[in-house]
T-cell receptor
Framework: AQTVTQSQPEMSVQEAETVTLSCTYDTSESDYYLFWYKQPPSRQMILVIR??????QNATENRFSVNFQKAAKSFSLKISDSQLGDAAMYFC???????????????FGGGTRVLVKP | SAVISQKPSRDICQRGTSLTIQCQVD?????MFWYRQQPGQSLTLIATANQGSEATYESGFVIDKFPISRPNLTFSTLTVSNMSPEDSSIYLC?????????????FGPGTRLTVL
């Protein structure tokens, strides 16, 4: 079974600074997807970024980027130029890649709370 | 991405009663998923709901406790039966949306359930 581990329960960052969240996972599959989701106090799960395992290039979305190390099974998220609105729980998630899949179930890490100091 | 809505957004229920949560997607989707998020915890998959077939439950979840319906390609319900305070959680539905984006899950806003 796949497992996802986030070793940092909470991270604090100064506004406009950079913070990196760690995520490691365990799988025997060679192809899969990895995601970072953000959950603000409103509890809405918001997709931040996604990475296909077969792509060597790290995904980026504006101020968010990942460092994907497939051999090490590591998938960290970097938030640059942190803003007050970035304060939330961040969850790393794994999804298998299936042929003709129409949506695959997610395995989540335990989450990291990000605090942004003004 | 399409929109996923849930009803109710929150509820407070007495132990021993049941609550049915609705999930509506504004486009047709094959699979819908139901997750539970206990207080201060991460999300755990309860079951996968395919239209026209029985839901597939994850280890630790059973149909008698969490019956699921999937009457069409845009709608699903999750019932939390014979509730106890341990069922107090946020319940979220999700689905993948879009012909070219079938591997990313999008979530409804969640239902916050409190059982007294």
């Amino acid at each position: 079974a796949q497992t996802v581990t986030q070793s940092q329960p909470e991270m604090s960052v100064q506004e406009a600074e950079t913070v990196t969240l760690s995520c490691t996972y365990d799988t025997s599959e060679s192809d899969y997807y990895l995601f970072w989701y953000k959950q603000p106090p409103s509890r809405q799960m918001i997709l931040v970024i996604r990475q296909e395992a077969y792509k060597q290039q790290n995904a980026t979305e504006n101020r968010f980027s990942v460092n994907f190390q497939k051999a090490a099974k590591s998938f960290s998220l970097k938030i640059s130029d942190s803003q007050l609105g970035d304060a939330a729980m961040y969850f790393c998630a794994y999804s298998p890649l299936l042929i003709k899949a129409a949506g695959n179930k997610l395995t989540f890490g335990g989450g990291t709370r990000v605090l942004v100091k003004p | 991405s399409a929109v996923i809505s849930q009803k109710p957004s929150r509820d407070i229920c007495q132990r021993g009663t049941s609550l049915t949560i609705q999930c509506q997607v504004d486009s047709q989707v094959t699979m819908m998923f139901w997750y539970r998020q206990q207080p201060g915890q991460s999300l755990t998959l309860i079951a996968t709901a395919n239209q026209g077939s029985e839901a597939t439950y994850e280890s630790g979840f059973v149909i008698d406790k969490f019956p699921i319906s999937r009457p069409n390609l845009t709608f699903s319900t999750l019932t939390v039966s014979n509730m106890s305070p341990e069922d107090s959680s946020i319940y979220l539905c999700s689905s993948s949306l879009g012909a070219g984006d079938t591997d990313t899950q999008y979530f409804g806003p969640g239902t916050r359930l409190t059982v007294l």
